[in-house]
């Protein structure tokens, strides 16, 4: 009998704990907080994509460009 009143307490413990952040996610603070955060993430990972491909940019065309020959007199 103590064995199920000890898992009944952990239950509604584990439950009384966890409900806070159930209510939390359902609150409009919440979802502005995560829209921002999300908007945030996605300016950043955008600046830093643009970032790379900028770096990367003069390398490839620095590769490409042909080499001038010498060309001999015979």
Known sequence: MSNTMGIASAFVLSSLFLSPFAMASES???????AA??????????????????????QQTSANQPQPRAEKDS
């Open 37 to 58: 955060r999300t908007d945030a993430y996605e300016t950043s990972r955008d600046e830093m994509t643009a970032k790379a491909q900028n770096a990367a940019q003069p």
């Open 28 to 34: 409009p603070a919440f979802v502005a907080q995560n």
